[in-house]
């Protein structure tokens, strides 16, 4: 089955910085990726997804990029607002009927 | 619509008791999928289903039953509720899959002592 490794567990960065968190799947017929937000106390949230027929997707400050011969994806979050606090879970699937997520990666912004 | 709901919030067992989480959603979706959250390991997969009377087991399915009888509601059961069984649960549907966004439900706490 599907296996994905999500680095970095934990992510602390300063009001105004970057954040970037990778991801990389095993399964080579997954074509589906998808970026959740969690935040304490709440549900996961879908805030950007990309599929294997695009490189890259930006939607305002943030961006996804896929290399499927690497087998990698990573999320991109420019300009981070202490309101971008929160668990970030990548996914991947199409192998299989349910995606397989990674274990997640506490973003802390300080102000 | 509502999309999906749980119940109970919380919930607090004993070693031994048996319970049922409770999950439905009115968006139509064919896929409903049961996952529990622990500090560090993610979002972990304990059964799902791809349409009314079939589900199958995910990666954590040891102490939990489902049934999908309705296309709208997928309970998890837990059999014989262990300390190990402490954790969020979160119930998720999707329309088309694995390749479609994943709603979830807004969790179950429980602690079993």
């Known amino acids: 089955g599907e296996n994905v490794e999500q680095h970095p567990s934990t992510l602390s960065v300063q009001e105004g910085d970057s954040a970037v968190i990778k991801c990389t799947y095993s399964?080579?017929?997954?074509?589906?990726f998808p970026w959740y937000k969690q935040e304490l106390g709440k549900r996961p949230q879908l805030i950007i997804d990309i599929r294997s027929n695009v490189g890259e997707k930006k939607d305002q400050r943030i961006a996804v990029t896929l290399n499927k011969t690497a087998k990698h994806f990573s999320l991109h979050i420019t300009e981070t607002q202490p309101e971008d606090s929160a668990v970030y879970f990548c996914?991947?699937?199409?192998?299989?009927?349910?995606?397989?997520f990674g274990r997640g990666t506490s973003l802390i912004v300080h102000p | 619509n509502a999309g999906v709901t749980q119940t109970p919030k919380f919930q607090v067992l004993k070693t031994g008791q048996s319970m049922t989480l409770q999950c439905a959603q009115d968006m139509n979706h064919e896929y409903m999928s049961w996952y529990r959250q622990d500090p560090g390991m993610g979002l972990r997969l304990i059964h799902y289903?791809?349409?009314?009377?079939?589900?199958d087991q995910g990666e954590v399915p040891n102490g939990y039953n489902v049934s999908r009888s309705t296309t709208e509601d997928f309970p998890l059961r837990l059999l014989s509720a262990a300390p190990s069984q402490t954790s969020v649960y979160f119930c998720a549907s999707a329309l088309a899959g694995a390749e479609d966004t994943q709603y979830f439900g807004p969790g179950t706490r429980l602690t079993v002592l």
């Open positions: 289903s791809v349409g009314a009377g079939i589900t």
């Open positions: 996914a991947a699937s199409g192998g299989s009927y349910i995606p397989t």
């Open positions: 399964d080579s017929a997954s074509n589906y």
